[in-house]
């Protein structure tokens, strides 16, 4: 891997989401032309930052891509693009301004480089993942990221659908050395990662279905079982995983769900409904509703069951 080829510029939005921040990256395509993937978001000092970066590099840049519409991700485009005049591209399902539709597999040729997209849906329905093949490196969004796991939350997000990408990753990247995710540092074990990721989501899962088998029991309930080891305030976002797993499973017949003749109580309203500003700060709360896809005004709560 080449040191120079690729630069990591990291936008100052740090929050539980977020870990450290977005990552940009910049990538050297040959005859002075760089791609920019994930410019970020919407902070001007942000985009200041990538223009100053291909300029101490003495690249141009000629293209952005992006791997999903989420706030941390897609915003910073629209903002390049006016100043570079490069043009935008992205899924076909992104609901962001971009000059160009990728469909799957699909290259943008630059310089001397091409940069293929794949779909890689389940965190959010429009995400790319973006294969540099000359250095082996996969441009992962929030498929994959550098420390700790992704949340998969409906409505965007689908627990199977991830699944299906996770495998897909790992069946058809196995030369991959490297992966630079949305957030956090680089993995220069990506095949160990890839199955680190996939594994984590079987045994989340089996821990689903062992807390259900036990008793027919709520996402609060299920959420205080399995996640008692993480800190209460990210147990709303633990109840967002809890659902994923719990739509496929009712999906495949496995698992029912019951409305209770009871409204939520106080404490799982918490959980189901959460205050947002007591998890990320103001600035990171349109990054916090859109990961999460929480909704709002909870008046009901499920109990889900075990099929035998
Ligand atoms: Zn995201």
Redesign the pocket.
Known sequence: MSESRVRRVRAANPSPMTLDGTNTYLIDAGGGDAFVIDPGPALPEHVEAICAEAEDAGWTIGAIAVT?G?P??APGAALLAEKTRAPVYAHPEARFPHDFALADWEYITLGETDLRALYAPG??RDHLVFWLEDEATLFTG?VVIGSGTVVVAPPGGDMRVYQATLDRLRREFSNARQIDGGHGESILDPLAKLDEYIAHRKSREREVLETLEAGAATVPAIVARIYAAIPHELWPAAARQVFAYLIALEREGRVKAKTLDRPPSDQEAAILDPDLSRIVDPASRAVAS??LGIERGVTTIDEYAFIR
């Open positions: 999903h989420h941390d991700h965190h959010a929030d859109a990961e």
